[in-house]
């Protein structure tokens, strides 16, 4: 009897700790978007929240930042994750280098492409010193929308693609290498092994790093602050700004739940598509 609870005593302070700091918070977050201030049920937060006019721009905005960064930064991980995995020196110093972003924290990240991208950042001051333009632009102004997306891009690209490296590399490492030496005694090429061997045994290892860089896609918040400020609406900014500026957490909540809807749904069919047949062999 002891051996079998065994396993559930040891789940327990996992299952208590998500219990506290997630189903907690959604349990009053949920409630706060679908209720009103006497507590009697209410869509209204959400009919306020569709109604504005910075919804579809933002909802539009988060959706084009996802679909813009996510395959960039899979295919450069999978690259990357490939190199240091075939390496045989040097492997450790280019995996430390690749995952320094790691330590530095999203607003910080903002910052340091804001240096570069703003009128007296590096990148003016290099047209200008090389005669390329005769005075500073404006990249990120008001007027320059897809500027300001193009180095949004740019930095969420550089900051987190360290995050999918990291989890490719250890799948990369589960996977026995027999299986490649095999295929290489069978003739196949490289891209063959990749295609036939990696990537079928990395299933799991890719499932796991589509599913959380898409969640932090949608939330992605403190770059387009630094970078884009209001110029650019996304669904986490305006969850910010009804809660901090229009003071309005009702709506702000019925927002976090769209983002949420959102995660969910993206998870389920990242999972459905990258699932492994029953019986399934290479």
């Known amino acids: ?66 679909l813009a960064v996510v395959p ?16 045989k ?34 990148l003016n001051s290099f047209l200008v010193t090389f005669g390329i333009n005769e ?9 320059n929308k897809g500027t300001i997306f193009l180095a949004i891009a740019l930095a969420e690209i550089w900051r987190a693609t360290a995050i999918v490296l990291v989890i490719l590399v250890a799948g990369m490492g589960l996977i026995p290498k027999e299986y490649q030496e095999a295929a290489e005694v069978f003739g196949a090429s490289r891209w063959q092994r990749f295609t036939k061997v990696t990537l079928p045994l990395l299933k799991p ?23 884009g400020g209001t110029n650019l609406p996304i669904l986490m900014g305006e969850v910010y700004q009804w809660q901090f500026v229009l003071r309005d957490p009702n709506v702000a909540a019925a927002f976090a739940l769209v983002i949420l809807g959102i995660s969910i749904l993206c998870t389920l069919v990242i999972m459905w598509f990258l699932r492994t047949p029953k019986g399934a062999t290479i």
């Open 89 to 122: 020196r040097g492997r450790d110093a280019f995996l430390y280098i690749w995952t320094i972003p790691l330590g530095i924290s999203d607003l910080a990240a903002g910052i340091i492409w804001l240096s570069i991208f703003e009128q007296s950042g590096f």
């Open 72 to 87: 960039i930064q899979m295919v450069l991980a999978l690259y990357m994750a490939s190199l240091v995995t075939g390496m």
């Open 205 to 227: 290892s890719l499932q796991t790093a589509l599913i959380l860089r898409v969640i932090l896609a949608f939330e992605v918040f403190a770059v387009v602050a630094a970078l």
């Open 1 to 66: 009897m002891q051996t079998r609870a065994l396993p559930y005593l040891l789940l327990l302070p996992s299952v208590i700790l998500l219990g506290v700091l997630f189903l907690y918070p959604f349990v009053l977050v949920a409630w706060q978007a679908i209720s009103d201030d006497a507590g009697q049920l209410t869509s209204a937060h959400f009919s306020e929240m569709l109604g504005h006019w910075k919804f579809n721009t933002a909802f539009k905005n988060t959706l084009y930042l996802t």
């Open 135 to 143: 005075q500073p632009e404006t990249f990120l102004g008001y007027q």
